[in-house]
């Protein structure tokens, strides 16, 4: 495994590497999500690449950036272990030189939901995966579903750009108890991680009413409500929304003939939690 840290260099070695090549983003302090994406590019590519790199555009004023973990020797071991050829490790002054000034800037798919609750967020992550995307030129890239709306967004400027990427989703990793893996969970107190899975519960309660036959959003969003707001921990919820899975606009109705997505971003404390579930 070769771990590069320039912009030059990591355009050379996928230049000069076996095709197709496919490409992980990710921010590292891995987990098994990040390694379901790495096992699939490893199955699907001659020659797999991973980029670890903390964005710090994607993070807002207030977020989490300083305090984002940060696992370097252990993320490099896991991903020799699971056969990755090429780690592009950036510093941030590499990827935005002094006096960068070209940014990415989203349209309706990054407004609502998380585009919403964190200006900026999608115009930080869509620069920096068409960085990535420039660098490496990879014909596959893998997206987890649980950042569901991040994989909408990049989905349109792949398209809108016509970057021609294949972008390949992959489902959401679980804890037994449903907690979606993500690296914020190890923020997590004891007590707020017994009550975290009220998250996936809410959203299972939400897919049972529409299995059932509801279909006016309001009432099955109600349906997650019911759940997170019984849950004492829970200090807010930011949003439960029904959209279109492609667009991400809210439908009112929900219809049979689109691929809808339920989707959440609830407090514990200073923790915030995303997690969705798509129906269809
Ligand atoms: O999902 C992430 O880890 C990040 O948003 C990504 C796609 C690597 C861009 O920084």
Redesign the pocket.
């Known amino acids: 495994m070769r771990v590069v840290e320039t912009c030059a260099e990591m355009m050379a070695a996928c230049r000069q590497a076996a095709r197709p090549l496919g490409l992980v983003?990710?921010?590292g302090a891995l987990h098994e999500g990040h390694l379901s994406l790495t096992r699939q590019a490893r199955a699907d590519n001659v020659t797999m690449a991973a980029s670890i790199?903390v964005?710090p555009t994607?993070f807002g004023p207030n977020e989490d950036f300083a305090r984002y973990p940060r696992s370097l020797e252990r993320d490099l071991e896991l991903l020799e272990t699971e056969g990755t050829d090429l780690v592009f490790v950036p510093p941030p002054d590499e990827v935005y030189p002094e006096g960068f000034d070209t940014w990415i800037e989203p349209g309706a798919v990054a407004e609502g939901m998380e585009g919403a609750a964190r200006p900026g967020h999608f115009r930080g992550?869509a620069t920096?995966?068409a960085k990535l995307f420039t660098i490496t030129r990879p014909e596959l890239a893998y997206?987890g579903q649980k950042?569901g709306q991040?994989v909408a967004v990049i989905r349109k400027m792949n398209h809108d750009l016509n970057l021609g990427v294949e972008i390949v989703t992959m489902p959401t990793i679980r804890e037994p108890d449903g907690l979606a893996l993500s690296s914020r969970n190890a923020y997590l107190t004891p007590e707020q991680r017994e009550a975290a899975p009220a998250v996936y519960r809410a959203l299972c309660a939400a897919e049972d009413v529409w299995r059932r036959g509801e279909r006016d959003a309001a009432r099955v969003q109600r349906a997650a409500y019911n759940i997170l707001e019984r849950e004492t921990l829970v200090d807010a919820v930011d949003y439960v929304s029904v959209v279109d899975a492609d667009s991400m606009r809210p439908v009112e109705t929900v219809q049979n003939d689109l691929e809808l997505m339920i989707a959440t971003a609830v407090r514990l404390g200073s923790v915030r939690l995303i997690d969705n579930v798509v129906l269809g």
């Open positions: 983003p990710t921010m790199f964005n994607q992550v920096v995966v997206f950042d991040q």
